[in-house]
T-cell receptor, first 118, second 113 residues
Framework: DSGVTQTPKHLITATGQRVTLRCSPR?????VYWYQQSLDQGLQFRIQ???????AKGNILERFSAQQFPDLHSELNLSSLELGDSALYFCASSVGTGLAGGFFGELFFGEGSRLTVL | SQQGEEDPQALSIQEGENATMNCSYK?????LQWYRQNSGRGLVHLILIRSNEREKHSGRLRVTLDTSKKSSSLLITASRAADTASYFC?????????????FGKGTLLTVNP
């Protein structure tokens, strides 16, 4: 058990809908990362938050947004869903910030939220 | 685009044999990490090697890093059926203001009993 909790584990929805994925980081970790994993694109970094602030961004669609709340849990919102958004969405947490020049340590991953868009 | 690329994409061996996976990357790094993922599960950190280290061991795992060739290898000795999983290298990329850990597409290791 990594200590990172993701809900829901599975989600089936229709195109055009909106979903929210939730992540609770490991106790004491201030950084939260969201990754999307699909067969064709592999594991893609989407966005990082540190202590409530956005810290780094990957190729994230405008239809996707995220935030980290004062209690450090994070939510990833996916809207106007398309078939191609079907994937495993992982949240990970770490102690460090990943700031340039800093030490980027181990990430602790949740078990993922499997999204199926029909 | 992927920073790290693993090779081979798939590897099938017999229990007791050694498994070697390779990772190549493109830009300078501060450290390189290896992760393991059982099918459909979350990734689990295996080992981290810093850019000023050349070799690191952890149990049956041995990782090497050659920064001049921008490559790393992961050796699993005396493999077991339970080692069956996908293995990913991840690099942090020391340049730029946006810091992230970038993963390759992984090597799928199958250890046959």
């Amino acid at each position: 058990d990594s200590g990172v909790t993701q809900t829901p584990k599975h989600l089936i929805t229709a195109t055009g809908q909106r979903v929210t994925l939730r992540c609770s980081p490991r106790s004491g970790d201030l950084s939260v990362y969201w990754y999307q994993q699909s067969l064709d694109q592999g594991l893609q970094f989407r966005i990082q938050y540190y202590n409530g602030e956005e810290r780094a961004k990957g190729n994230i669609l405008e239809r996707f947004s995220a935030q980290q709340f004062p209690d450090l849990h994070s939510e990833l919102n996916l809207s106007s869903l398309e078939l191609g958004d079907s994937a495993l969405y992982f949240c990970a947490s770490s102690v460090g910030t990943g700031l340039a020049g800093g030490f980027f340590g181990e990430l602790f991953f949740g078990e993922g939220s499997r999204l199926t868009v029909l | 685009s992927q920073q790290g690329e693993e090779d081979p994409q798939a590897l099938s061996i017999q229990e007791g044999e050694n498994a070697t996976m390779n990772c190549s990357y493109k830009t300078s790094i501060n450290n390189l990490q290896w992760y393991r993922q059982n099918s459909g599960r979350g990734l689990v950190h295996l080992i981290l090697i810093r850019s000023n280290e050349r070799e690191k061991h952890s149990g049956r795992l041995r990782v090497t890093l050659d920064t001049s060739k921008k490559s790393s290898s992961l050796l699993i000795t005396a493999s077991r059926a339970a080692d069956t999983a996908s293995y990913f290298c991840a690099t942090d990329g020391s340049g730029g203001s946006n810091y992230k850990l970038t993963f390759g597409k992984g090597t799928l290791l199958t250890v046959n009993p």
